[in-house]
């Protein structure tokens, strides 16, 4: 199975990633670019393999830059967050 076919099995492994590259010393604004680039990627080089992914997709391909790249920090906000509740 695929981290893609589920949700909250992505999330997760973004949770995992995010607090590898902070744990790193990675900055913010490192971490906002990279999840910028990987949401780029996704929305051009992969299918939806949920019904989350396909409204991030669009959502994705409907923003311009400034509101991809706002898109992007919420989603890291959102695993951070979710990081915090476990």
Same mark, same amino acid.
């Given at each position: 199975?695929?981290?893609?076919?589920?949700?909250?099995?992505?999330? *997760?492994?973004?949770?995992?990633?995010?607090?590898?590259?902070?744990?790193? *010393?990675?900055?913010?604004?490192?971490?906002?670019?990279?999840?910028?680039?990987? *949401?780029?990627?996704?929305?051009?080089?992969?299918?939806?393999?949920?019904?989350?992914?396909?409204?991030?997709?669009?959502?994705?391909?409907?923003?311009?830059?400034?509101?991809?790249?706002?898109?992007?920090?919420?989603?890291?906000?959102?695993?951070?967050?979710? *990081?915090?509740?476990?």
């Amino acid at each position: 199975m695929s981290v893609l076919d589920n949700f909250d099995s992505w999330k *997760g492994f973004l949770a995992n990633k995010l607090e590898q590259a902070e744990s790193q *010393g990675m900055s913010q604004q490192a971490v906002s670019n990279m999840a910028y680039e990987v *949401g780029d990627y996704l929305a051009k080089g992969t299918e939806a393999k949920n019904n989350e992914e396909a409204v991030l997709r669009e959502l994705w391909n409907a923003a311009d830059t400034d509101e991809r790249h706002a898109l992007a920090n919420t989603m890291v906000k959102l695993v951070q967050n979710q *990081g915090n509740t476990n």
